[in-house]
């Protein structure tokens, strides 16, 4: 898990767009495992911090290869999260990402087979006239995983691989932490896609689905919800 941390870090930091700590050491040490970063003092970002971040982020974006995936699985959270390469996104986000957490979700008590299924089957029509390009993603952008540093924005903690830009997007919306100043920011350098409403609950799903699978109970109605509203799609 470290390792892949410390790679996905390092994968962020070539990209040179936004801020990221230094990896220092990761390994093994006296039967420990360890990652040691650059130590950086945080502040409370201010709205130019957030508005010059999300012109930041839309920049990071523009990064892509030529498959969706990465070159290995990493971790969400504690949750595996596989990465295996592929041309279409689709396929991709349905096997690697939804499913994957519904069969957990099923391995850890709570049935929601059925109205995944129905949804992956609905997939591709909230993908009509839209053709996600594999961008670099923090993978994993919620509040707690940027901050400022020196009067600029710095990301931590990720989840990274390539994949639809819109996710990186439906994950700053979940938890709060993100002013209209980073909103604005970044559709004015790179605006979103039509449709795209729709997919960022699609992809807030996920990330639900794998609260529900860390945490417990206290996210099955919020994931029944979107789930619900997904269908009506």
Not at 72 to 87: A, F, K, M, V
Request: proline share 4%; net charge negative; with cysteine.
């Amino acid at each position: 898990m470290f390792e892949a941390e410390a790679q996905g870090l390092q994968e962020l930091r070539a990209a040179n767009e936004i801020r990221v700590p230094r990896v220092i050491d990761c390994g093994i040490s006296h039967g420990q495992s360890h990652l040691v970063l650059e130590r950086l003092d945080l502040w409370q970002p201010t709205a130019d911090v957030e508005r010059c971040f999300g012109e930041q982020l839309a920049k990071l974006h523009r990064h892509t290869q030529k498959q969706f995936g990465w070159f290995r699985d990493n971790t969400i959270g504690q949750t595996p999260q596989r990465n295996e390469l592929s041309d279409d996104w689709i396929a991709f986000f349905r096997e690697q990402r939804l499913l994957f957490q519904i069969d957990l979700a099923r391995d850890n008590g709570y049935d929601l087979r059925e109205p995944g299924a129905r949804l992956s089957a609905l997939l591709p029509e909230l993908f009509t006239g839209y053709e996600p390009v594999p961008s670099l993603l923090h993978g994993d952008l919620w509040a707690g995983n940027w901050g400022s540093v020196d009067g600029e924005a710095v990301i931590f903690d990720p989840a990274v691989y390539y994949g639809d830009r819109e996710s990186d997007i439906a994950m700053t919306m979940l938890f709060g932490g993100f002013g209209k100043a980073f909103y604005n920011s970044y559709e004015a350098t790179w605006p979103m896609a039509p449709g795209h409403d729709k997919r960022l609950q699609l992809y807030q799903l996920y990330h639900i689905l794998n609260h529900l699978n860390l945490f417990g109970s206290a996210y099955l109605g919020r994931a029944e919800q979107l789930l619900a509203v997904l269908l009506r799609t």
